[in-house]
């Protein structure tokens, strides 16, 4: 059992966020599943999401403008080792540096920067949106039952470009490598939305309900 916190800053409509993880909380008996913006359950959780959609400077200002929030998080998860979740800018921001926009800096904990994706093809429109096959770089227990091929539902401009190889998981081609899934210690990320992502997000989603690093 346990307790998994959404972590809400405004930075999206987490409603189909919050029906995922609840149906595959009570499919795997992870416990309960709770949408908050408060530090105090965050600091109470056993595991951690954080969502985003939109820019990552806005994402990361709006994190930063509800006291303590991120400090709840950091201290959970990067003192206490807590399993985390980023999705989308969720994810982006656990990089070094975003480039949207403005440099803006990130959180740090894996490092590199997210870069405005620049596809070979200018046929390739950027954002990049729509269903992608994930291509597996290193296996994970996030990973289990997920194999190369399988469809991911993604909508962004911008990709993550890690520093360290070993700490991308997965991947999709979209006339350049788009980093997919990243990961290292109790914390992971997807660029993609496992929410919107069908049988393959779910899967996901279940993994890391039952994952104990």
Known sequence: MGLTVLVDYDSGNLHSAEKA???????????DVLVSDRPEDVARADRIVLPGDGAFPACR???GAYGGLFEA?????????????????????????GREYTDTRGFDW???????????????KVPH????????????AVLAGIATGDHAYFVHSYHFRVANPAE???????????TAIIGRDTMVGTQFHPEKSQATGLRLIGNFLRWTP
Request: aromatic fraction near 6%; charge should be negative.
């Open 168 to 178: 991308r998981l997965a991947h999709a081609d979209y006339g350049t490598a788009i």
């Open 129 to 140: 949106m729509g269903w992608n096959d994930l291509v597996i770089d290193h296996p994970h």
């Open 21 to 31: 993880f609840q149906r595959m909380a009570a499919e795997v008996g992870a416990g």
């Open 73 to 97: 998080i950091e201290e959970a998860v990067t003192t206490r080792a807590r399993p985390f979740l980023g999705i989308c800018v969720g994810m982006q921001m656990m990089a070094s540096w």
């Open 110 to 124: 894996i490092g590199g920067e997210v870069v405005k994706i620049t596809p070979d093809d200018p046929a390739l």
């Open 61 to 63: 200002q709006a994190l």
